[in-house]
């Protein structure tokens, strides 16, 4: 994604969002063909709008996490960690590029980017009901939201 993206900054940004909201609302079926880029009539290339999401934890057939992070992160990845992986690959690929200065992706705006999503965890964990989610369904997220929107809050 980093060496074909147009603005790999923002989707880098992007695909961890979703692996947060993943995690936050139960959804272990996050496999490779859940995420596609599309090339837009400008030669923009970008992530494609979400789809396939659904909290899979309530499947019958108990569904495992797909994809995960470098070192095996047990389901639960360490952000941090997660972060500087991303940031070594985008200076590899802005080498790759050719091209000098920063990496393809910087770390400042991707820490910002996530915690921008703490006070919306946060409020889903305590709202979910009155947005629409199944009680049963929350009382089960409730705990996950909310450790995400801790180790979101917790990044530096």
């Given at each position: 994604?980093l060496?074909y993206?147009?603005?790999?900054?923002d989707?880098?940004?992007?695909?961890?969002k979703r692996d947060?909201?993943?995690?936050a609302l139960?959804?272990?079926d996050n496999?490779?063909?859940?995420?596609?880029?599309?090339?837009?009539f400008n030669a923009g290339?970008?992530?494609?709008?979400?789809?396939d999401?659904?909290?899979?934890?309530?499947?019958?057939d108990?569904?495992?996490?797909?994809?995960r992070?470098q070192?095996?992160d047990?389901?639960?990845p360490n952000?941090?960690?997660v972060?500087d992986?991303?940031?070594?690959?985008?200076?590899?690929?802005?080498a790759e590029?050719k091209k000098k200065g920063?990496?393809l992706?910087q770390?400042?705006?991707?820490?910002e980017?996530?915690k921008?999503?703490v006070?919306?965890?946060?409020?889903i964990a305590?709202?979910?009901?009155?947005?629409?989610?199944?009680?049963e369904?929350i009382?089960h997220l409730r705990?996950?939201?909310?450790?995400?929107?801790?180790?979101?809050a917790a990044l530096?």
């Amino acid at each position: 994604m980093l060496r074909y993206c147009t603005s790999p900054q923002d989707e880098v940004l992007e695909y961890i969002k979703r692996d947060v909201a993943n995690l936050a609302l139960g959804n272990k079926d996050n496999h490779a063909r859940n995420t596609a880029v599309q090339r837009d009539f400008n030669a923009g290339v970008a992530l494609t709008p979400l789809y396939d999401f659904a909290p899979m934890y309530l499947h019958p057939d108990g569904i495992a996490r797909r994809i995960r992070w470098q070192d095996n992160d047990g389901g639960q990845p360490n952000w941090c960690r997660v972060l500087d992986r991303v940031c070594e690959l985008g200076v590899q690929g802005q080498a790759e590029r050719k091209k000098k200065g920063p990496g393809l992706v910087q770390r400042g705006p991707l820490v910002e980017g996530l915690k921008s999503m703490v006070p919306t965890l946060e409020t889903i964990a305590q709202e979910g009901e009155s947005m629409g989610l199944a009680p049963e369904v929350i009382r089960h997220l409730r705990v996950g939201i909310l450790a995400q929107a801790k180790a979101l809050a917790a990044l530096r």
